[in-house]
């Protein structure tokens, strides 16, 4: 069995079987929210950024929320295959002295981390030749708009979850998204509305990159959120997946600006969720709601679970790992870097899919 399953729109499906897959035709590559579950991709994103998309130099748009915006953070550095090496290696290696750390120790790990993954690169990630770079963030609002403690920040989630349960759009009454992204991208299917959260684009520079990279990933209640990113709109940031988990995004606008454009999405499952909080409820997938037809030209690859099956644990690494392994950050740290080599299986059955295109294995979205 081949460690990935490819899952495809009947826009790309049609592009693949005319032309094969070819890295001419990818345009956008999302990267979802998820934490460890990115590192999983480590050896594809070195195969693609290094090796596959140089082959057809062109505008690509790469978007990403949480562990996603990382992800293409580092694909945007002068030697891909390198930052991301050390964004495996940074991230895995968090140690943390207690089970249960502070916000402080949470923020001072995360954003030591980031700073050495962006220190010394800032001007090579936002004015990359070919990529344009966006960066997915929730600002808050009413309630969540500046929680002044700890247990103001909570109730204000959880009236957000309350509000999700009933409505996604009751959701945009307690946080925008924000997009730090590239100046130079027109990106028109992107900025014309497309749901009922009010999107607000900031220009990306080297001197907001680690704020925004930081606040992509500030997980509510664990860290404190980032406050006034310089060139944004003013107010307090969280994690971009609370909004955007996914990013259930309407992709298929593209296919009528760039007739044969595909979206290529390395993703955890064949399930695009739309929100953080939407994970529990199945019927907020977004290929089974009424906006299924933004997905058309997508192509999802994802682990199979033949692959799964054979990670430590029988899983994708995820948070949960820090709560099993505890204070043995050495036994954790064993189990991720031994995931990503498995990941290696993922670029092989990538590569030899574009060598060798089997329609058959394309399994509609």
Known sequence: ????????????????????????????????????????????????????????????ILIGSSIGAWRMAAACQRDPVRAFERLGNLYSGQ?????????????????????????????DIVSHPDYRLHLITVRGKRGLAAPGHKYAEMRGFAAAA????????????????????????????LRERFDT??????PLTAENLAAGLLASGTLPMLMKPVRDIAGAPPGHYWDGGIIDYNLA?????????????????????????????????????????????????VL???????????????????????????LNHDARILAWRQAMEEGERLRDAFAAFVEKPDIAQIRPL
């Open 300 to 326: 999802i690859v994802a682990p199979s679970r033949e692959f799964l099956g054979g990670l430590p644990r029988g899983k994708l690494i995820d948070r949960s790992d820090f709560k099993f392994y505890g």
């Open 197 to 202: 959260f009010s999107t607000q684009f900031a």
């Open 249 to 297: 995004l309407p992709y298929a606008r593209l296919a009528r600006q760039e007739p044969g454009s595909i979206v290529l999405y390395p993703h955890f499952s064949e399930h695009i969720v739309p929100g953080w909080l939407d994970k529990a409820l199945p019927w907020r997938r977004a290929a089974r709601g009424p906006n299924r037809g933004w997905l058309d030209n």
């Open 1 to 60: 069995m081949s460690a990935l399953t490819f899952h495809a729109g009947p826009l790309a499906l049609a592009q693949i079987r005319a032309h094969g897959l070819r890295p001419q035709d990818i345009a956008v590559v999302p990267a979802a929210a998820g934490g460890p579950k990115g590192l999983i991709f480590r050896a594809l994103d070195q195969w693609l950024f290094g090796d596959w998309f140089p082959r057809a130099p062109r505008e690509r």
């Open 162 to 189: 309350l509000h999700n349960l009933a409505s996604r759009d009751r959701l945009a009454q307690l946080m925008d998204r924000v997009v730090i992204g590239d100046r130079r991208a027109d990106a028109p299917w």
């Open 95 to 123: 140690r943390y002295t207690s089970t249960k750390p502070s916000q402080a120790q949470i923020d001072e790990v995360v954003q030591g981390l980031l700073g050495e993954f962006v220190r010394g690169h800032e001007e």
